[in-house]
């Protein structure tokens, strides 16, 4: 049987990137998809070979279910919004994953702006932060459980050169995470992170096609290379699935061995 026959979830940031794969590969794991981001088309950036196609339309178009909902994830109301038409447009929530996320340059702190600073915590950790506290709320009126997982990065783990603003954003994401598996256990909601380093998504094209960059990131990396939407997609599925069911407040680094250094 699919993993996730009969479930219902929610992907924010899914029109690229993790976000993409993510809901693709939940689709297509038997789960009911409700995708959103603050755009429907995908970013131009990415790597997507279907590019051209929306993430609800590709999933669509390939068998499965799914529906687009417009959400800033830093806008509460929008955030509630979205829990919202998931439930009545598929009758409960059993999934969220919270996948926004931005970066928006390479800087240290003292070359960092206020804009930059607020804009990186809004959607990093106020976005994740709402995303948990609407699902919660669903999820708890539901009464039997479900599972909340947070696209965290191994610059919530450790600190990265030049991403001050990422790396603190990414470090409350971790932290909340564990915070919420302890107050949610007993309702059966497992809250996890996934910690991946870098990949070859919109986000990343102006470093991965920088060979300096590229070739900074294979060698501090034990196992040499970046890693891959599907693969972040393929730990989201598992984390998400009732494989998954004694496993909360992990934060689980997909970093081909960075963080083990
Ligand atoms: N790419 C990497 O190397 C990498 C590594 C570790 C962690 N991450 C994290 O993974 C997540 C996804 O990153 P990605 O590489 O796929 O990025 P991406 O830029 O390719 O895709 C992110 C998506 O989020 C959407 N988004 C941005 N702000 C939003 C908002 N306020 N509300 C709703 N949607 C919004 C964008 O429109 C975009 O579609 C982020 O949280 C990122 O920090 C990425």
């Given amino acids: 049987m699919e993993k996730l026959a009969g479930?219902?979830?929610?992907?924010?940031?899914?029109?690229?990137?993790?976000?993409?794969?993510?809901?693709?590969?939940?689709?297509?794991?038997?789960?009911?998809?409700?995708?959103?981001?603050?755009?429907?088309?995908?970013?131009?950036?990415?790597?997507?070979?279907?590019?051209?196609?929306?993430?609800?339309?590709?999933?669509?178009?390939?068998?499965?279910?799914a529906i687009f909902v417009k959400c800033d994830v830093t806008k509460e109301a929008e955030v509630k919004a979205l829990v919202d038409a998931a439930v009545k447009k598929y009758g409960k929530l059993d999934i969220i994953m919270n996948n926004a996320g931005v970066f928006t340059r390479m800087a240290k702190i003292h070359e960092c702006t206020e804009d930059e600073y607020e804009f990186t915590m809004g959607v990093n950790i106020k976005g994740v932060w709402n995303g948990c506290k609407y699902a919660i709320a669903q999820m708890l009126n539901q009464g039997n459980g479900g599972k909340v997982i947070n696209l965290v990065s191994i610059g919530g783990l450790v600190g990265l050169a030049n991403e001050p603003a990422y790396c603190a954003s990414k470090g409350a994401a971790a932290n909340l995470t564990r915070q919420l598996a302890i107050d949610y256990g007993p309702d059966k909601i497992t809250v996890n992170g996934i910690c991946p380093n870098y990949a070859p998504t919109a986000m990343c094209r102006p470093y991965y096609e920088d060979e300096g960059v590229k070739k900074y990131v294979e060698d501090v990396t034990p196992l040499g290379r970046w890693v891959t939407a599907e693969e972040i997609a393929k730990l989201a599925v598992y984390l998400a699935s009732g494989d998954a069911d004694y496993i909360t407040g992990a934060l689980i680094p997909i970093d081909g061995g960075y963080t083990a250094r």
Avoid: Q
């Fill in 7 to 65: 479930k219902v979830a929610v992907v924010t940031g899914s029109s690229s990137g993790f976000g993409r794969a993510i809901a693709k590969a939940f689709a297509a794991s038997g789960a009911k998809v409700v995708c959103s981001d603050v755009r429907k088309e995908a970013r131009p950036e990415g790597y997507e070979t279907d590019i051209n196609l929306s993430t609800d339309e590709a999933i669509r178009k390939a068998g499965g279910d």
